[in-house]
């Protein structure tokens, strides 16, 4: 799911959710109506809190979205320095994914990690494209 799907796609609620599993950023691509859709944003804020960001903003205010969003963004690990972790969404640098990492420190840029490959590559991924091994 990304800037090139068609129309059509990013309306399907089915297709959406399943970039937003991948990757929480996936939803920017949704349409409108979705991102307004309370069921679809329930949904979507369960599987990835983050996702709370794309949503409209009546449902930004909306109790049970946000308390979802922030329940299931309490569920998911922890990432520390030293910590291994699967890179997976990354759509600029799709050959990243499936690479496992380490975690050498929090990037200077908000929701970023520095990593470093068992090759000695070093760079920033976003939270959402590390699953913590």
Known sequence: MGPLCSEELRAER???????KQNGEALQYASEELRADREF???AVQQRGWALKYASQAL???REVVLAAVQQRGGERMLNIGDRATVAGV???PELNGVVVTITGK???PGRFNVQCADGQVFSLKRDNLQHE
Request: net charge positive; hydrophobic share 60%; aromatic share 0%.
């Open 14 to 20: 089915e297709v959406v959710l399943a970039g937003v």
């Open 41 to 43: 944003m329930l949904a």
């Open 60 to 62: 930004r205010a909306d």
């Open 91 to 93: 759509t600029k640098r």
């Open 107 to 109: 990037a200077a840029s």
